[in-house]
């Protein structure tokens, strides 16, 4: 079965970028379609992109463009999302998880941005 | 951007109780539509996939109903592990969109 172990707490201040990973096992990455989502404080889930295997592409949702970045490293399993240009707004939990393809299951433990001066 | 609205915020209900959680989309989901589990401090675990569908592990006491853009959870007999926040999500474009949540909590 698939095991998504994420990176540690980060605490950023602002303006500056983080890159969260995501690290497989139990299936290669190449077989999975990664997705990540993120919760703020006391808040709903938020979808900020993810892989679409019909289209071959990552496909980001409007509010994210231009400042996140998913990526792959297939030799090692490990999926990243690196968002930039981050302000206090962006503290939340950041998850990954993988689409089946359009469900999510199962989802990384969660790792914690801090954006803070 | 298609909107999921839940209802209601707060669920109090008594244990062995059953309880029914909704889902509104703005437009037509048609059954793309899932409900996903979440207790403090942990990940969201996927119940129900397809509207109706359970996820491998979940038990026969949560059920999920509905189409288009009406869409209903059910609990049939509140167990003490299943107080939590649940979430239902749209799949049906591109941009997938979860609603706010409903809080089950014990009354």
């Known amino acids: 079965q698939v095991q998504l172990v994420q990176s540690g707490a980060e605490v950023k201040k602002p303006g500056a970028s983080v890159k969260v990973s995501c690290k497989v096992s139990?299936?290669?990455?190449?077989?999975?379609?990664m997705h990540w989502v993120r919760q703020a404080p006391g808040k709903g889930l938020e979808w900020m992109g993810g892989?679409?295997?019909?289209?071959?592409?990552?496909i980001y949702a409007q509010k994210f463009q231009g400042r996140v970045t998913m990526t792959e490293d297939t030799s090692t399993d490990t999926a990243y999302m690196e968002l930039s240009s981050l302000r206090s707004e962006d503290t939340a939990v950041y998850y990954c998880?993988?689409?089946?393809?359009?469900?999510?299951?199962?989802w990384g433990q969660g790792t914690l941005v801090t954006v803070s001066s | 951007e298609i909107v999921m609205t839940q209802s209601p915020a707060t669920l109090s209900v008594s244990p062995g109780e059953r309880a029914t959680l909704s889902c509104r989309a703005s437009?037509?989901?048609?059954?793309?539509l899932a409900w996903y589990q979440q207790k403090p401090g942990q990940a969201p675990r996927l119940l129900i996939y397809?509207?109706?569908t359970r996820a491998t592990g979940i038990p026969a006491r949560f059920s999920g109903s509905g189409s288009g853009t009406e869409f209903t959870l059910t609990i049939s007999s509140l167990q003490s592990e299943d107080f939590a926040v649940y979430y239902c999500?749209?799949?049906?474009?591109?941009?997938?969109?979860f609603g706010q949540g409903t809080k089950v909590e014990i009354k």
């Open positions: 139990g299936y290669t990455l190449t077989e999975l379609s």
């Open positions: 892989f679409d295997p019909e289209d071959g592409e990552t």
């Open positions: 998880a993988i689409g089946i393809p359009e469900w999510f299951d199962p």
């Open positions: 999500q749209q799949y049906n474009n591109w941009l997938k969109t």
């Open positions: 437009q037509s989901v048609s059954s793309n």
């Open positions: 397809g509207a109706s």
